[in-house]
């Protein structure tokens, strides 16, 4: 497809499982970015991935929380032992340049977390 | 926390009006973006500010940046309720290697048909 896509759009899982989100970026872009949404609320960063470097993971609230990129495409976004407090809408993005000059980002639809 | 703010949080009204949205940071910025989201959607890429720009138009869309006040504000003109969305701003760090897009808090506007 020509956007961002996120799957899966909807998950519930219960309290201590482990899920797992994936992002697949718009093709070429080497610029990806994982966000978390609460309800109602702005966008948290989380961490963010220069090809399949992590040059800055400092958003991610815990041990429990890991991303990876490989070949420079799909990202995987993992939460370990889920909390309820881990219940929002994770977005990702992706960009073609870097954001610091004219680099706009591309969301995808998000995945939504609810934890039981 | 580096997260700007966006005033109002919540703006309504009515169709043809016009709609400011203003947004403050902390910062010193290399650009900041603004971006349009639907409920329940992603976000949409509206229109970038560079740092040494003042002001900046896209259709019915115009931007100004203040950065000794580091402050900016989203106009949109002759509003539509197709308008009806929430708009963060978003703005980078100039520090260094920083390619971080921090997001303020978000503006809900609707538009009265």
């Known amino acids: 497809g020509a956007g961002v896509s996120q799957s899966p759009s909807n998950k519930v899982t219960e309290k201590g499982k482990d899920v797992e989100l994936r992002c697949d970026p718009i093709s070429g872009h080497t610029a990806l970015y994982w966000y978390r949404q609460s309800l109602g609320q702005g966008l948290e960063f989380l961490i963010y991935?220069?090809?399949?470097?992590?040059?800055?993971k400092s958003g991610l609230p815990s041990d429990r929380f890991s991303a990876e990129r490989t070949g420079g495409s799909v990202s995987t976004l993992t939460i370990q032992r889920t909390q309820q407090e881990d219940s929002a809408v994770y977005l990702c993005?992706?960009?073609?340049?870097?954001?610091?000059?004219?680099?706009?980002?591309?969301f995808g639809e998000g995945s939504r977390l609810t934890v039981l | 926390s580096q997260q700007g703010e966006e005033d109002p949080q919540a703006l309504s009204i009515q169709e043809g009006e016009n709609a400011t949205m203003n947004c403050s940071y902390k910062t010193s910025i290399n650009n900041l973006q603004w971006y349009r989201q639907n409920s329940g959607r992603g976000l949409v890429h509206l229109i970038l500010i560079r740092s040494n720009e003042r002001e900046k138009h896209s259709g019915r869309l115009r931007v100004t940046l203040d950065t000794s006040k580091k402050s900016s504000s989203l106009l949109i003109t002759a509003s539509r309720a197709a308008d009806t969305a929430s708009y963060f701003c978003a703005h980078v760090g100039s520090n260094f290697g920083n390619e971080k897009l921090t997001f303020g808090t978000g503006t809900r506007l609707t538009i009265i048909p």
């Open positions: 991935f220069q090809g399949n470097s992590a040059p800055d």
């Open positions: 993005a992706s960009s073609t340049g870097v954001v610091s000059n004219t680099g706009e980002l591309f």
